[in-house]
């Protein structure tokens, strides 16, 4: 069942905006009554300038104003500011231009003729209609947090399922580490057993069947040994995928990271050909922490992602700069657990992590590591 949002989303603009010239010239008609043709060439733009309200609304607006003060008109003007206010996010001009809007409606037209008595149902009749125009531009800044709040909330959701994603890919790696301890630690020590003992029985057997049959079971135990030193190295895997089993990820899956980060980032630079495995997921883990705080902390904000080395050579790191968001965020619940562990991954390769606002209004994460301390 489709609801009334739903329903008037599926109108086109051009309907709508036709709908409305025709609604803004029925009110015009309304109230012609003795007008000359200036009030009448003023009329026809204010309904005609409405078709492009939603591309120029200000200019729009200024130009139902004649109309407002040679006839008793509402529509138009009111139509035009409630397109304003839906997409301007200055109060301060919203305000002003429903004064404006006011003020044209209560001064009497021709403009000298004022007498004293009349000033004062003018004074009058100023903040009544000042009252009135207060309802668009409160309709429209209802559109506009409406709007906004649907586009917030789905990026919520996305920001969500993205963590639900990798919460479970970090459960399921601690899982298969401590499955992996526990092969290597017994089973592994088991086996080992059984093949020194093979090989010594071979060694020591007489028999030419016994003999054999000890180097067959040193041969099976050095096999299942082979054996299970892939299946250890499969389960310390990192688990990207839920149908499959990767290796921990390097630097040769940075770029991939960036383009799939659902951000407008870019990458530059590049890091030392002989950087260990231990700090490539350092510098992997560190973009991907920041690259997700900006998705979540900082909606519609790019990034640049920038590995860099010392001229001297003694150290080498990465720093992601993210700029100011261009949507309102709402506030969202944050451990900084995610800094707490890049922080602890620097300390423990000698290096060093920081992180903290920028004077643009954006946010820099880096982080440098020795390259004495590159394994």
Known sequence: MSTPAARRARVPEPVVDALVVAVAVVDVLLNLEDVGRPELAAAALACASLAVRRRFPLPVFLLT???SLALDIVFAPFAALFTLAERSRNRRLLVGCAVLFALA?????PLDDLSAHERTWTLV???YTLATAAAPVLLGQLVQARRDLARRLVEIEEAREHERLLHSQAVLARERAQ??????DVVSHQVSLIAVQAGALQVAATEPHFRDGA??????????LDELRHMVTLLRASGGRSTELTPQPTLADLRTLVTTSAIDAEISGELPSEVGTTAQRAVYRTVQEALTNVRKHAPGASAVVRLWRAEDGTAFGVTIT???PTRPSLPLPGSRHGLIGL???????GGA????PTSGGGYEVSLRIPAHRNA
């Not at 409606?105 to 037209?109: E, I, K, L, R, T």
């Not at 922080?343 to 390769?349: M, Q, T, V």
């Open 105 to 109: 409606s209560a001064a009497p037209w």
């Open 322 to 324: 993210n700029t100011a």
């Open 125 to 127: 009749y100023f903040f």
């Open 179 to 184: 499955l992996a301890r526990e092969m290597h």
């Open 215 to 224: 180097r067959t079971i040193r041969s099976l135990s050095v096999d299942t």
């Open 343 to 349: 922080r602890e991954r620097a300390e423990l390769l």
């Open 353 to 356: 992590f920081e992180s903290g």
């Open 65 to 67: 104003l004649p109309a």
